[in-house]
């Protein structure tokens, strides 16, 4: 990502969401919480309160600088990987479903690999091997600001497809367009997986 890039991604429109997030809860009883807590209160079941989308953006926002560094990328360590592996059947199928996820979002979004808190279902005992839906890790993606803390799952990666396409044909972010695909290997090549 470019310095111009990141100058401006951050210093206009990351550093617009919070400004506008303050003025918006100046005074309410949502001062004081957690930006989490404000998400999830202003989501409101998906009938969103007007602070929802700032407070949305700035937490994606902050969480997506936060998910890369200078020299990152590679296979996670640890624990990581052998979650990703388990719950994918490899990194590099973990990474493909990852691409999709960000290449098949429709209009504004964000692709994400979150945590899924598993639920005791009777099927578990019956059944070992988990169904997708009772994975661990989970690759979804969500429209517009939506971010998966409404959904009770916990974030682990990110990445911001919003508007692919703006009016001068660039991308936002740093999404790389050829022929049709969309080549995530540069975000995940910076990718900070030991944060």
């Not at 049709?180 to 030991?194: E, H, M, N, T």
Request: aromatic share 14%; proline share 5%; hydrophobic share 40%.
């Amino acid at each position: 990502m470019s310095k111009d890039t990141l100058e401006f991604h951050w210093g206009k429109h990351h550093r617009a969401y919070v400004d506008n997030l303050n003025k918006q809860i100046n005074g309410t009883e949502l001062v004081g919480l957690s930006l989490e807590d404000v998400i999830v209160a202003t989501y409101n079941k998906g009938n969103t309160l007007p602070a929802f989308n700032n407070a949305a953006q700035a937490w994606n926002h902050e969480f997506f600088w936060e998910s890369m560094k200078p020299g990152g990328g590679g296979k996670p360590p640890g624990e990581l990987l052998q979650l990703l592996e388990r719950d994918f059947g490899s990194f590099e199928k973990f990474v493909a479903e990852f691409k999709a996820a960000a290449a098949t979002q429709f209009g504004s979004g964000w692709a994400w690999l979150v945590y899924k808190p598993k639920g005791l279902h009777v099927g578990n005992t019956a059944d070992p091997c988990p169904a997708k839906d009772d994975r661990d890790l989970v690759v979804l993606n969500s429209p517009n600001a939506v971010n998966p803390l409404v959904w009770d799952y916990y974030p682990l990666l990110t990445l911001d497809v919003w508007e692919v396409f703006n009016n001068f044909a660039s991308l936002h972010s740093f999404i790389l367009f050829h022929d049709g695909r969309f080549k995530l290997k540069i975000y995940i090549s910076v990718s900070d997986f030991s944060s």
